[in-house]
């Protein structure tokens, strides 16, 4: 247990439905940030909240929006999802600009049919 | 942009052997990090080593080391006495030191498969 909790574990819904994922980061850790990985691909950086506030913005679809709660848990929203929304969502936390990388969650695989 | 490339797709090695994994960077900051990370079957994104720009000296961690080339932009990972638990998605990342924002930018990852 990476200390890191995302729920659910898997997601399977239908084009046009809207999700949401659910990231508890480590204890005592303010950063949050959310990638997408494609199948057999690399992680691509979407979003980061630093203690409830937006910190950093990557390659976010207009349709995903993102944000972190005052208990320090962020959820990632997809709205409108198509097919090649499929992928893994990592959610990982650091305490703030920590130089000793970040601590992944076990990630939720969404699936779009 | 910083980008991270990571030219083998996929590499095999004999159980106990010593393989090398390549990574190379571009970026026109002076300091940042380097990571390495395994991804096994179960997905977990898992910390392997890492490497600060700022040092010299090539990060070890037992059986893992890196040769960490700063003018070359060059960051492999060398896995020593492979063991079949190596086998794994192998991710190599950079982050800058900045103020602007500290997410990692990943490589397109590295299949290695290991032999018995």
């Known amino acids: 247990d990476s200390g890191v909790t995302q729920t659910p574990k898997h997601l399977i819904t239908a084009t046009g439905q809207r999700v949401t994922l659910r990231c508890s980061p480590r204890s005592g850790d303010l950063s949050v940030y959310w990638y997408q990985q494609s199948l057999d691909q690399g992680l691509q950086f979407l979003i980061q909240?630093?203690?409830?506030?937006?910190?950093a913005k990557g390659n976010i679809l207009e349709r995903f929006s993102a944000q972190q709660f005052p208990d320090l848990h962020s959820e990632l929203n997809l709205s409108s999802l198509e097919l090649g929304d499929s992928a893994l969502y990592f959610c990982?936390?650091?305490?703030?600009?920590?130089?000793?990388?970040?601590?992944f969650g076990s990630g939720t695989r969404l699936t779009v049919v | 942009a910083q980008t991270v490339t990571q030219s083998q797709p996929e590499m095999s090695v004999q159980e106990a052997e010593t393989v090398t994994l390549s990574c190379t960077y571009d970026?026109?900051?002076?300091?940042?990090?380097l990571f390495w990370y395994k991804q096994p079957p179960s997905r977990q994104m898992i910390l392997v080593i890492r490497q600060e720009a700022y040092k010299q000296q090539n990060a070890t961690e037992n059986r893992f080391s890196v040769n960490f080339q700063k003018a070359a932009k060059s960051f492999s990972l060398k896995i020593s006495d492979s063991q079949l638990g190596d086998a794994a998605m192998y991710f190599c990342?950079?982050?800058?030191?900045?103020?602007?924002?500290?997410?990692?930018?990943f490589g397109g990852g590295t299949r290695l498969m290991v032999k018995p």
């Open positions: 990982a936390s650091s305490v703030g600009r920590s130089s000793y990388g970040y601590t």
């Open positions: 990342a950079y982050r800058s030191a900045s103020n602007a924002g500290n997410m990692l930018t």
């Open positions: 970026t026109s900051e002076s300091d940042y990090y």
């Open positions: 909240y630093y203690n409830g506030e937006e910190r």
